[in-house]
């Protein structure tokens, strides 16, 4: 085995990449030691001087702020994602989203891509009904991925654990949740229509230039990685080619 090199990733990858860096290192020999997160905050763990050999962004923003100012020496799209509802409520998504008594949970924008695809979310549903997304702006709640937001137990899925502990009615959040909420018979995963939906693109940003790292990279983008990202219920990069 190597000496382990440091990956920042986003923590809705955790899912994919416990499977995938496991194959990775069996397959390899090479040892990872992943540090999940809010991807914004994690840039701004990796501007600030720590050590980072790679950084798996759920959004591409980041990686490309770092590759335009030197820290990054090249950027790969990895995965796609969408938004999704889940609740303890009936409803369509509109529904859901339209009554003005349910808590609205979100992560947070700025620290949190989720957040940010979120608020983009709404934009794009004050053009379909008028005043529906500045309305939902007021009613929405971060309860996630900031710098003083909850902190989810180990193991808990945080969607999940928000409704029944009674901090939100409805959590606006990835879609890939969905395969891993499955055989929770309490939650409904309620999609939005794709029409109206935020596309949410993955990026990696390579730090260090190393062979290991590069091995890493073209992993995740092989059939292989792409086969376990997407049995995680992400899209791999060839769906939307």
């Known amino acids: ?40 905050l994690l840039r701004e763990r990796i501007e600030a001087g720590e050590r980072c050999a790679l950084f798996a962004s759920a959004n591409r923003e980041h990686p490309q702020h770092l590759l335009a100012n030197g820290k990054a020496s090249q950027t790969h799209t990895f995965c796609w994602n969408q938004l999704a509802l889940t609740t303890l409520q009936d409803g369509d998504w509109m529904e859901l989203l339209s009554a003005p ?53 180990a193991g808990e899925l945080a969607s999940a654990w928000i409704l029944r ?34 596309l949410c693109e993955y990026q990696l940003a390579t730090l260090e230039n190393s062979r290991e790292v590069n091995r890493l990279v073209d992993f995740i983008l092989s059939h292989e990685g792409q086969a376990i990202l997407a049995t995680a219920g992400f899209s791999p990069v060839t769906s939307q080619s």
Request: some cysteine; charged content about 15%.
């Open 1 to 40: 085995m190597t000496s382990p090199f440091t990956l920042f990733a986003a923590g809705s990858l955790r899912l994919a990449f416990t499977p995938l860096l496991a194959q990775f290192t069996q397959a390899t020999g090479i040892e990872v030691a992943v540090q999940y997160g809010p991807a914004g």
């Open 101 to 153: 008594a349910l808590r609205i949970g979100t992560s947070t924008p700025g620290c949190d891509p989720s957040g940010d695809y979120t608020w983009a979310l709404f934009d794009e549903l004050d053009k379909y009904q008028p005043g529906l997304g500045h309305q939902l702006r007021e009613r929405a709640i971060p309860l996630v991925g900031g710098r003083d937001t909850l902190q989810i137990p």
């Open 165 to 198: 502990q009674g901090f939100a009615d409805v959590f606006i959040g990835y879609a890939h949740y969905a395969n891993a909420l499955m055989g929770q018979t309490d939650i409904r995963c309620v999609t939005i229509p794709a029409e109206h939906n935020i």
